[in-house]
């Protein structure tokens, strides 16, 4: 816990973590589990102190309507979107890029362009095509990115770590907020409603750096399977 703490705080300060070894496969999911028990035990403090500190001061907290858009799909097609896509595009978009290569870049912008071809065709288009799509533009994009700004993106990325995970860290955050019906008085709950996917988005860009891209998608995957369980369970129950 005491090496868990200061990493972070490293994290926090710098935007990078102090050198460290390769792990094993072994070390790296234990890490990565570990880190997970404490992120959701630590989520589940602060959501329950929100909710008590709502309840008793009144406050209507907007209705997740993703939430309940999920749970009316098939059961394949919740794990699909839930387990497997979201934690993958979303770590390619705001985490792949907290460790600079140029491939990690490419892969960053083929994730952005699947997401936009979405949000463009208004989800016309299917998942398949939009991944083939992303593919091909992934080849792209590595081959121009490896010819034309390497040198000069390596060198903005040493002197600015520190911006762009902050960057990630609250762009990922307040992604979460097109989860719920879009209003002027949403506004107001932002922090409250962010919170939880802040603290895990810290807990996620520590494992992406240390362990690597693999392990936070791993972690963000079981961590979305969790609250995709608990969502069923209460969702049965009323």
């Not at 240390?210 to 963000?220: N, P, Q, V």
């Amino acid at each position: 816990m005491r090496y868990l703490i200061s990493d972070l705080l490293c994290l926090l300060n710098s935007g990078r973590l102090r050198a460290t070894r390769r792990f094993s496969v072994n070390q790296s999911i234990r890490g990565t589990l570990y880190a997970f028990v404490v992120s959701y035990i630590l989520n589940i403090m602060l959501v329950s102190i929100v909710w008590a500190v709502t309840n008793y001061f009144n406050i209507l907290i907007p209705e997740n309507i993703t939430i309940r858009g999920v749970l009316d799909k098939s059961t394949l097609d919740m794990i699909l979107t839930v387990v497997i896509i979201a934690p993958i595009l979303e770590e390619f978009i705001f985490r792949i890029n907290l460790r600079h290569s140029i491939l990690n870049l490419s892969l960053f912008l083929a994730a952005i362009t699947y997401l936009l071809t979405g949000v463009i065709s208004d989800y016309v288009i299917s998942i398949w095509i939009r991944l083939i799509m992303s593919f091909f533009l992934w080849i792209i994009y590595y081959e121009l990115f490896v010819e034309l700004f390497d040198r000069n993106i390596q060198t903005s990325w040493n002197r600015y770590s520190l911006i762009f995970f902050y960057v990630s860290l609250f762009s990922f955050g307040f992604s979460h907020i097109f989860n719920y019906q879009l209003s002027c008085k949403l506004l107001i709950y932002l922090p409250i409603i962010t919170l939880p996917q802040t603290i895990s988005g810290i807990t996620l860009a520590y494992i992406r750096i240390k362990y690597g891209i693999l392990y936070s998608i791993l972690l963000h995957s079981t961590s979305n399977a969790f609250s995709l369980l608990l969502g069923i369970i209460l969702v049965n129950k009323t």
